[in-house]
């Protein structure tokens, strides 16, 4: 069966895993790990300001240890949508994420958020190229009225 | 004939297509995801693709729904079957999070689905979804 203008199955895998490996780093604090995910330009654009190549990556993973309310938070991806061409090595990834943060109390729904990236094929493996994140919408809290 | 790992993995990101159209108030894409003659039961059964399109486009006036505004879904426990050649029963259970502004994020409910996936002209779409709640014992 012709692969062109799809992605093959072992890509398709690769990419989800490429998701779960940012999640991984991204909660170990692996600013080193993190940023291997990403291509040399790679960009991270979000809630935390924009972050461009490694050098800024690697600050980017700094700054997530550093800031005391994503503590103890796991990344718990859904709705992972991939699509992309594995002759052209390129592809995009949509999915939303769920933090979830550890609390003296248990586990608690943190935030939630939307990520939709750009992925690229270098030297066999799939990095991003973009990834931008946005929150998603919240409603006003009982306790802000 | 039994599904290949592609067939499972496209039936897997229509349920992410589901569930990012309608989250992000997309009815066109929503409805997109059921074959011509699908239909959706969520207490209320809407049938074929102009009813779904409708009522996907009056979900943000409609106040049974105004609970879930905004809200978003969250899936697990994909299971497929094929039943026939070109078409499998679906079953997926789906949380409906609800982010709150400095409160973290709400679950406001727990549901198993339980639907009927088509493949037309290539694609897997909804032929039918089925929208169960989990209700306390």
Known sequence: MSTAG??????????????????????????EGYAALFTADGVWDGMLGRFEEQEGLR???????????????????????????????????????????????GPVLFSASR????AVKV??????????????????SPASG | MTLSWHDKLEIRELVARYDHAIDSGDPEGWAATFTEDGSWNGGVVVSGQAELLAFARGLPANPAFAAFRPSFHFFANVLVEETTPGE??????????????????????????DDIVRRVDGRWLFASRRW???KPS
């Open chain 1, 6 to 31: 799809r992605l093959t199955l072992d890509d398709r895998v690769a990419l989800e895993t490429l998701v779960y490996a940012y999640n991984v780093a991204a909660d170990e604090r692996d600013a």
């Open chain 1, 59 to 105: 600050a980017l993973c700094a700054k997530i240890a550093a800031t005391p309310a994503l503590d103890g938070t796991r990344h718990w991806p859904n709705n992972i949508v991939i699509e992309g061409d594995s002759v052209a090595g390129t592809a995009t990834l949509g999915l939303d994420n769920v933090l979830v943060k550890a609390l003296p109390e």
């Open chain 1, 115 to 118: 990520s939709e990236a750009t």
């Open chain 1, 123 to 140: 030297a066999g493996r799939w990095l991003f190229r973009e990834r931008l994140v946005t929150a998603a919408a919240a409603v006003p």
């Open chain 2, 88 to 113: 499998a029963r679906l079953l997926c259970d789906n949380l409906m999070l609800q982010p709150r502004a400095g409160a973290g994020v709400a679950a406001l409910t727990a549901a198993g689905y």
């Open chain 2, 132 to 134: 169960r709640p989990v």
